[in-house]
């Protein structure tokens, strides 16, 4: 890549974070060039007809993410930034408008490494719809962060009737997955190097608001949805469990899972219920619209190995059991500790 004719040198300096010349040429060069926005001032200001819909609400979520390495097969910081903020609106049938990023850049970040973090995000955001309209820059010292830090906010609105969350699940729903559980967990662990493992396994990182789009049209009374980001599958049923004072039952051959992935967690002694992912959901549907809903995901490329996993019954005393292949009944308890740290 060509160096800029503004820019000097190829990393970033303190000065790049201290409000003068050398920070403006960065923000224009890095990150107005690539976003675009519409106005130069300090605030985005914004309009969408989706705003005017009678009985519209909106949407907002802030998430932070660090993650080492900030490269991983499947994507890197950027992607991760980006997918994130998207599936937390997604999940709760919201449709994303905009999205702002907040860079934390360590003292000698390479610029070309910020520059392709950047089009990661552009390319991303284009493919979910989602405009970045605002953003924020700081320069700290060398060896006060881990490379890069993005903290995202994203806007999104929610259709009128729309009503998704956890306290509205009954016993008697079903229980989706949208694919494959544990490969961004998985994929990190793998990328960081620190374990003799050679097996390819890519992030499952992925935007899934054409998923939740296709599977609400499809299934119109989805109760609730949660990606199962930090903690795993596991942590996210217990949160919903727990919110609608029923116990989930999930069922251990149905569980969607790379043999890869199996196979690293027993020789680690890893659950891939508490594995992170960051391209996979889990929702809940009324019974007589599940078949419905499995269809319209599978049909979705983010979908197309959705499974059922299994279904809520009325509260017990354990949030979340798993039907083991035995037979049995094994606790399914939230995350104790840290599998896997720096995932997002």
Not at 72 to 93: E, Q, R, S
Not at 111 to 133: K, N, P, Y
Not at 168 to 179: H, T
């Amino acid at each position: 890549m060509t160096e800029s004719k503004k820019l000097r040198g190829d990393r970033v300096t303190l000065a790049h974070g201290g409000g003068g010349k050398a920070m403006r040429d960065l923000i224009c060069e890095i990150f107005t060039a690539a976003f675009d926005p519409e106005t130069d001032e300090d605030q985005a200001r914004l309009m969408s007809d989706a705003l005017t819909e009678p009985g519209a609400r909106l949407a907002f979520t802030t998430d932070s993410f660090v993650v080492t390495p900030l490269e991983f097969p499947g994507g890197d910081i950027g992607k991760l930034a980006v997918c994130g903020t998207v599936n937390d609106l997604a999940v709760g049938g919201a449709r994303a408008l905009w999205l702002s990023a907040a860079f934390i850049i360590e003292e000698g970040f390479a610029f070309d490494t910020l520059r392709q973090v950047v089009a990661t995000m552009v390319a991303e955001a284009e493919h979910a719809g989602i405009r970045v309209v605002a953003g924020d820059t700081k320069v700290v010292e060398r060896g006060s962060a881990d490379g890069l830090f993005i903290t995202t906010s994203g806007i999104g609105v929610i259709p009128p009737g729309r009503d998704l969350a956890a306290v509205n699940i009954r016993a008697g729903d079903v229980a989706i997955v949208n694919g494959v559980l544990g490969d961004h967990g998985a994929a990190i662990l793998v990328a960081r190097g620190d374990l003799a493992l050679t097996t390819a396994i890519e992030s499952d990182c992925q935007s899934l608001d054409t998923l939740m789009e296709a599977a609400l049209a499809a299934a119109p009374n989805i109760r609730a949805a949660r990606d199962a980001t930090r903690g795993g599958l596991a942590s996210a049923l217990n949160e919903m469990a727990e919110a609608a004072g029923v116990t989930v039952e999930i069922e251990e051959d149905r569980l969607p899972l790379r043999p890869e992935v199996k196979g690293m967690c027993e020789i680690l002694g890893l659950d891939p219920l508490y594995l992170a992912n960051e391209g996979t959901l889990v929702l809940f549907v009324p019974k007589d619209e599940a078949e419905a809903a499995l269809a319209a995901m599978r049909a979705t490329p983010a979908g197309r190995d959705a499974v059922v996993i299994g279904h809520t019954r009325s509260k017990g005393p354990i949030p979340v059991v798993m039907k083991t292949t035995f037979g049995s009944e094994r606790i399914v308890d939230m995350l104790v500790g840290e599998q896997l740290p720096r995932i997002c």
